[in-house]
């Protein structure tokens, strides 16, 4: 085709160079190009105020394209085999002609700011899958960071036609009750022969799990797997269960083995089936979705009041009363409120 005068076709050097814009983003994640899917991704977790407009449009624009995955989270203590268990989970989804997200909610350091992101080395089969895709999910060192970036981050995933995506936790601190408020079903792993193995988990996370698997049940560990098993079955039985369609089953699996894999997983769809049928899913869905908006909307009322003028001037001075304990906590909020003229600033100390 003959070039007009003054006429400059782009090449690829201009399209890779150029900052994607929102129209480009959309299309590479609704046909899974994972090279647009990441950049999507590394735009959401962004903390620059220029790229948040554009982020939200996006996660909009892509708000249609979600809703079908099945969520899985994924929880339990460090060495209990997570990896392992996640990685051959994961391949044989995918050998089912499943395609496959991870994402490890990652604890990035409060003092450095760094983050372990060794997700990769960990799942080395599931890593190189041309339908599986891992991504470490920075926390920021907050709970909020956890909700806001992994569910962004969910939605671009569940638009590139990724049917299962699996949140690990790395079992520590409350980022569980984080994540299960996010997905429609959360598995508990655990491991047996540690003693009196009731008291190797809080109650809280029983009550919140939807399944439990005592991981490593093979070689000479099966016969106390299954003792442990029984022994969480029985203190499940006493609880109040969270859901008055779903009972919550406590299996042994070998992640290493490939061993109950097959069972966990048909326990997964049957819990979304049984789910779908009673409408509790739809119902769970819709009360995350109004979580997530208020979580947002603390987030932003809060860097508002930090960003006020006269707040960040007095804040400082407000908080050392308090660590001195000449002031009460409630009367510096008091002050605060005050200062943003949505309440009476208190009077003396």
Not at 275 to 300: C, F, I, N, P
Request: charged share 20%; proline share 4%; with cysteine.
């Amino acid at each position: 085709m003959a070039r007009l005068p003054g006429q400059r076709f782009p090449n690829m050097v201009d399209l890779m160079q150029r900052p994607p814009t929102l129209k480009d983003l959309a299309s590479g994640v609704r046909r899974s190009d994972r090279a647009m899917l990441a950049r999507a991704i590394t735009l959401v977790e962004s903390t620059k105020s220029s790229h948040a407009v554009l982020a939200q449009d996006l996660l909009q624009e892509l708000l249609p394209d979600t809703g079908r995955a099945i969520r899985l989270g994924i929880t339990g203590v460090p060495g209990v085999g997570k990896s392992t268990t996640i990685d051959q989970l994961g391949i044989n989804l995918v050998e089912a002609g499943h395609k496959v997200a991870v994402l490890a909610v990652d604890p990035t350091s409060r003092r450095t700011g760094g983050s372990i992101l060794g997700d990769k080395t960990r799942m080395t089969r599931l890593s190189v899958c041309e339908n599986a895709f891992i991504r470490p999910s920075p926390t920021a060192g907050t709970l909020g960071g956890v909700t806001r970036k992994t569910r962004e981050t969910m939605v671009l995933l569940e638009a590139a036609g990724y049917d299962v995506v699996i949140v690990e936790t790395v079992g520590v601190g409350q980022s569980e009750t984080a994540v299960a408020d996010m997905v429609d079903f959360f598995l508990v792993l655990l491991l047996a022969g540690g003693g009196d193995e009731l008291q190797g988990i809080k109650k809280g996370i029983i009550e919140i799990a939807d399944m439990i698997a005592i991981n490593k049940a093979d070689g000479d560990n099966i016969t106390r797997a299954k003792r442990a098993a029984s022994d969480y079955q029985a203190a499940i039985n006493i609880l109040t269960p969270h859901s008055a369609t779903w009972s919550p089953p406590v299996i042994t699996v070998s992640g290493r083995d490939n061993r109950g894999l097959g069972e966990l997983w048909g326990k997964i769809v049957s819990h979304r089936d049984l789910m779908t049928a009673s409408g509790e899913l739809a119902t769970r869905r819709q009360s995350q979705a109004v979580e997530w908006m208020r979580g947002m909307l603390t987030d932003r009322l809060l860097a508002t009041l930090r960003a006020h003028p006269a707040v960040s001037a007095a804040l400082p001075g407000l908080e050392a009363e308090v660590r001195a304990g000449t002031l009460l906590p409630t009367r510096a909020v008091d002050r605060v409120m005050g200062l943003m003229g949505l309440g009476s600033a208190g009077s003396g100390t």
